[in-house]
T-cell receptor, first 110, second 112 residues
Framework: DAKTTQPPSMDCAEGRAANLPCNHS???????VYWYRQIHSQGPQYIIH???NNETNEMASLIITEDRKSSTLILPHATLRDTAVYYC???????????FGKGTTLSVSS | GAGVSQSPSNKVTEKGKDVELRCDPI?????LYWYRQSLGQGLEFLIY??????PDKSGLPSDRFSAERTGGSVSTLTIQRTQQEDSAVYLC????WGYGYTFGSGTRLTVV
């Protein structure tokens, strides 16, 4: 059973912010939200994760709603190299493996 | 090493033969994971190790698949009597306990 729902695809213009949504309405109190991406023909790459506070690192920002039922990954200035499949995953921090869904294919164009 | 290393990067084998795929995780990473990805498909979880033990092997598709990890480091995924449906990219990842995964570049297995 899928724990997250993501749109299958999104487009973004180069230089603009890419906002990728994720619904996780059945998330439990001790589950984290993880984001990974997979560029064509490469292994997935960790982006960011959070529990309830918003998080930011050098790659992206993660905004989690107060009720924790949804989140948004923000790439502030998308480049062509950000074209990839983005996976939103809900999981306990330790003790279980991450289960990847179908993700969102983000296409960045000039 | 600097990253997760997988070998071989490519493997072509005849149907019915056994294959071994190797994963060298990042030094000190206690957790190790195996996934596979068929052409155009998503990632399918196979098995994960914490140290040398495998608390979750629920994703192994059949008893032809097995994996072990020794010394809390190197892991080997073995597929016996390979079938054409086993053709996929096999990905290994490691992590410190409870943190983000680092994936290797994968082994592309083709069964002919």
């Amino acid at each position: 059973d899928a724990k997250t729902t993501q749109p299958p695809s999104m487009d973004c213009a180069e230089g603009r912010a890419a906002n990728l949504p994720c619904n996780h309405s059945t998330i439990s109190g001790n589950e984290y939200v993880y984001w990974y991406r997979q560029i064509h023909s490469q292994g997935p790459q960790y982006i960011i994760h959070g529990l309830k506070n918003n998080e930011t690192n050098e790659m992206a920002s993660l905004i989690i709603t107060e009720d924790r039922k949804s989140s948004t990954l923000i790439l502030p200035h998308a480049t062509l190299r950000d074209t990839a499949v983005y996976y939103c995953i809900v999981s306990h921090q330790a003790g279980t493996a991450l289960i990847f869904g179908k993700g969102t294919t983000l296409s960045v164009s000039s | 090493g600097a990253g997760v290393s997988q070998s071989p990067s490519n493997k072509v084998t005849e149907k019915g033969k056994d294959v071994e795929l190797r994963c060298d995780p990042i030094s000190g990473h206690t957790a190790l994971y195996w996934y596979r990805q068929s052409l155009g498909q998503g990632l399918e979880f196979l098995i994960y190790f914490q140290g040398n033990s495998a608390p979750d092997k629920s994703g192994l598709p059949s008893d032809r698949f097995s994996a072990e990890r020794t010394g809390g480091s190197v892991s080997t995924l073995t597929i016996q009597r390979t079938q054409q449906e086993d053709s996929a990219v096999y990905l290994c990842a490691s992590s410190p306990w409870g943190y983000g995964y680092t994936f290797g570049s994968g082994t592309r297995l083709t069964v002919v």
